[in-house]
Antibody, heavy 119, light 111 residues
Framework: HLQLQESGPGLVKPSETLSLTCTVS??????????WGWIRQPPGKGLEWIAS????????SYNPSLRSRVTVSEDTSKNQFSLKLSSVTAADTAVYYC??????????WGQGTLVAVSS | NFMLTQPHSVSESPGKTVTISCTRS????????VQWYQQRPGSPPTTLIY?????PSGVPDRFSGSIDSSSNSASLTISGLKTEDEADYYC??????????FGGGTKLTVL
């Protein structure tokens, strides 16, 4: 199993940019065929995929409903990948998870981090 | 893009068997693997089934996954229900652009 840990501010002001980092241990984010993703869950609601990336080939995919506000990136020197979500509103309040999908193995998820958008 | 539709809630008695469905709206359910996650309140999702029917080590064999092309759906079956199985269950698959698609979730009540 890989271990994933989300980190970042727990409170973001409206119209600002939410920035989160996922630190990976037990494996490398540069492993080909691994798909690294961000998912969120508003309070009391279901899971919503935000974005994902294959480091190998630098392939990025975004939820069309969030695409204009989302950026994902990676830092192989720190074995981390990151999420930026701009122009946040209260509707972006959620628990944010990072996860990894691996061929022929179970996906692994982080514990999640709650981000509230409020002034 | 397609959607995955799950029943909002199901309930069953301890010791019984329950099946949760996950129906794909377009394209074949067999085109892309389906995962199933269990989420208890206040906890992150945990993987119950991956690649349609594979069980991670540590997941009891009371949990099983399958796909049915005739109904274009995936199913999670839980046998010998225990009160601890009460949780939310999510199916998840992929579309052709490597997007992750989640079902809306099913709340399982064991009463």
């Amino acid at each position: 199993h890989l271990q994933l840990q989300e980190s970042g501010p727990g409170l973001v002001k409206p119209s600002e940019t939410l920035s989160l980092t996922c630190t990976v241990s037990g494996g490398s984010i540069s492993t080909s065929s691994y798909c690294w993703g961000w998912i969120r869950q508003p309070p009391g609601k279901g899971l919503e995929w935000i974005a994902s990336m294959f480091y190998s080939g630098s392939t990025y995919s975004y939820n069309p409903s969030l695409r204009s506000r989302v950026t994902v990136s990676e830092d192989t020197s720190k074995n981390q990948f990151s999420l930026k979500l701009s122009s946040v509103t209260a509707a972006d309040t959620a628990v944010y998870y990072c996860a990894v999908d691996k061929p022929m193995a179970q996906p692994d998820w982080g514990q999640g981090t709650l981000v509230a958008v409020s002034s | 893009n397609f959607m995955l539709t799950q029943p909002h809630s199901v309930s069953e008695s301890p010791g019984k068997t329950v099946t949760i469905s996950c129906t794909r709206s377009s394209g074949s359910i067999a085109n892309n693997y389906v995962q199933w996650y269990q989420q208890r309140p206040g906890s992150p999702p945990t993987t119950l089934i991956y690649e349609d029917n594979q069980r991670p080590s540590g997941v009891p064999d009371r949990f099983s996954g399958s796909i049915d092309s005739s109904s274009n759906s995936a199913s999670l079956t839980i046998s010998g229900l225990k009160t601890e199985d009460e949780a939310d269950y999510y199916c998840q698959s992929y579309d052709s652009s490597n997007s992750w698609v989640f079902g809306g979730g099913t709340k399982l009540t064991v009463l």
